[in-house]
């Protein structure tokens, strides 16, 4: 009867999980759309200067180590639920502050950074909790649980998509923003109470711990790939502001787009799940990759004006098939990484996994601007454009030999 009642519990409390999981992909999506035509209509942001504020406002995300690493070692007087909570009331917090001045304060940039530290760390102990879980699946079940969870958070973000666009140009976004943070915070600390050992391990040992993992030959290959996978150069922002001022479409048109991004995101972790879990994690990563190549061919196809399809209906299918792929060529790499994430130091290590993906997309975000400045480049029409492209393809396919070559190694 005991051993029911514990069963009974752990299952209560996945399912509690993925509905944090659920608030989790809705409050990162929330504030997307609407601060899109903050930074783009109230900002007057160029390309390059988009590619750099997105930067910085994600640093936080590449900086999930060292939280995994704090929650690690205060666990044994801060409950994991506890830590979850306070870092939604903090971003809430935060969030009030921006709705009094309707985000126009001097101190926006700043604040947004601070949101993303305080979501992040929620993130952070969310995963760990989530590789403590995963510890108790079969192998038969591995990755089950990691697919479940993505599928939430894309569900959550596809409906905090459509409630960005709908608050779009109101004030009141900030402060349904921090509601809902609150909310997620007071779910975390009421339903999910839950023990793992990070505290049988001091600062020194998890120091000594994690070097001793990351020497390993295998988790070095994993590091290497996933460097290669996340650094690579990207367009958002010459698509994102072309589709603003040039083909000028509105804010739902935006939430639309991203509603088909998330529904293959969630699509594709189910599809991960039931089909793809058992294959070879070098074929499906270089598969979707390779596919992916043509994405950028089609957008200076199209900002050139060489095809000129429905500018929505553009921006929708290639969202649809665009995140398909793109999750689908991450999961191998999310389910590695939960793999080599050992017991006592889950959250610092896999914070490191994923952390690591973030920073390489923050350098890939800064490189872009960078380029984007040298070469003088606003928009689709500027004289440089194809040579930028010819860079970003060049480094995705670089990108995909390195991947394969050390994911092969793991396989």
């Known amino acids: 009867m005991f051993k029911f009642q514990k069963n009974f519990i752990k299952f209560d409390r996945k399912y509690v999980l993925l509905l944090l999981y659920f608030l989790l992909g809705f409050n990162l999506t929330i504030p997307s759309i609407f601060l899109q035509f903050v930074f783009i209509e109230k900002r007057l942001l160029g390309v390059s200067e988009i590619s750099q504020i997105t930067a910085v406002i994600a ?22 639920n506890v830590q979850i ?26 604040f947004l950074f601070l949101i993303n530290l305080f979501v992040c760390f929620a993130d952070v102990v969310q995963d760990s909790i989530l590789v403590y879980f995963i510890s108790f699946e079969t192998s038969q079940d591995h990755g089950k649980l990691q697919s479940q969870a993505l599928a939430s958070r894309g569900l ?36 999910l109470n839950v023990e793992l050992n990070t505290n049988q391990v001091n600062i020194l040992n998890t120091c000594k711990l994690v070097i001793k993992n990351i020497k390993d030959k295998h988790k070095l290959h994993l590091i290497i790939a996933i460097i290669c996978f996340a650094i690579t150069p990207t367009d958002g922002p010459i698509v994102q502001v072309f589709f603003q001022r040039k083909q000028k479409l509105e ?12 529904i293959s995101i969630t699509i594709s972790s189910l599809v991960y799940n039931r089909y793809l879990r058992n294959i070879s994690h070098v074929r499906v990563i270089t598969t979707s990759s390779i596919i992916m190549l043509i994405f950028p061919w089609l957008n200076i196809l199209y900002g050139r004006k060489v095809i000129n399809p429905d500018p ?11 995140g398909f ?28 996994y994923m952390a690591l993906i973030n920073l390489c997309s ?50």
């Open 59 to 80: 640093l936080p995300w590449g900086l999930k180590v060292f939280l995994g690493f704090i929650s690690d070692n205060i666990s044994s007087f801060v409950g994991k």
């Open 85 to 110: 909570g306070l870092s939604y009331l903090f971003a809430a917090l935060f969030f009030h502050i921006l709705g009094t001045s309707c985000g126009t304060s001097d101190f926006l940039y700043l």
């Open 156 to 191: 959550g973000s596809l409906i905090g998509a459509f409630c960005s666009a709908l608050l779009s140009r109101h004030c009141f976004a900030y402060p349904i923003t921090g509601l809902s943070l609150v909310v997620s915070a007071i779910i975390s600390i009421l339903y």
């Open 251 to 262: 804010p739902m048109q935006f939430a639309i787009a991203a509603s088909f991004a998330f």
């Open 312 to 322: 929505s209906t553009y921006l929708n299918v290639t969202s649809l098939i665009g």
């Open 325 to 352: 792929l793109s999750h689908i060529a991450f999961m191998p790499l999310a389910v590695l990484a939960a793999k080599h994430s050992p017991a006592h130091i889950e959250a610092t290590m896999y914070a490191f």
């Open 362 to 411: 923050v350098i890939g975000y800064s490189l872009s601007a960078l380029i984007l400045q040298l070469l003088n480049i606003q928009d689709f029409e500027s004289q440089n454009i194809w040579w930028y492209y010819i860079f970003d393809i060049t480094f995705d396919m670089v990108s995909i030999y390195f991947v394969q070559k050390f994911i092969y190694i793991l396989d």
